[in-house]
């Protein structure tokens, strides 16, 4: 049986004989320079001119934007209350929520709180400025958490018990069991 080349193979092979050819050639030749072309340009003189100082107009240009808001309707001015009870109000800070201090956990630069609220099945992980109830995480150390609202602060421990529970261990003699 002899070997019969199709013309098509022949094609394909003298193909392939050409371009290793030239892959050849183009590796063995070395480079031909390449020279950047000189382009003469005029040099533009710039305009040595600088913007104007900007002048803020005075405050009082805008206070027909103060006297009429935009986003109100109306387009007349917030009344602002004078109540004493509201400033009252104010300065009492709002009550602490139900929480327990579960655990902490301290890396280094990052503290977070694990806090359990009344009502929720698991414990929260909170970093430090979590807000909770009103009241903000103000820091959290190795056994408690203190809790911010404006100038009133509240430590939180991690021993402390919520009201109605007892502690646990063996019950006293001569209880049921």
């Not at 001015?77 to 655990?103: I, N, Q, R, S």
């Not at 609202?149 to 001569?174: C, H, I, L, N, S």
Request: hydrophobic share 50%; aromatic share 6%; with cysteine.
């Amino acid at each position: 049986m002899t070997a019969r080349i199709a013309p098509a193979q022949a094609a394909l092979l003298s193909l392939c004989f050409l371009m290793a050819a030239l892959t050849v050639y183009e590796l063995s030749v070395p480079p031909a320079e390449f020279v950047l072309p000189v382009v003469h340009l005029r040099p533009q003189i710039a305009a040595a001119q600088s913007p104007p100082a900007f002048i803020a107009p005075p405050p009082d240009a805008f206070s027909a934007i103060n006297d009429r808001p935009i986003f109100i309707p109306s387009r007349k001015p917030l009344a602002v209350p004078a109540d004493k009870t509201a400033a009252a109000a104010a300065a009492a800070p709002p009550p602490l929520p139900a929480l327990a201090l579960v655990g902490v956990i301290l890396d280094g630069q990052n503290s977070l709180a694990m806090v359990k609220l009344a009502g929720a099945p698991f414990a929260q992980a909170m970093a430090v400025g979590a807000s909770i109830g009103g009241w903000q995480i103000a820091s959290v150390g190795p056994d408690k958490i203190v809790l911010r609202a404006g100038t009133f602060e509240q430590d939180v421990r991690m021993d402390a018990k919520p009201a109605g529970q007892t502690p646990a261990g063996p019950p006293p003699p001569g209880s049921p069991q």
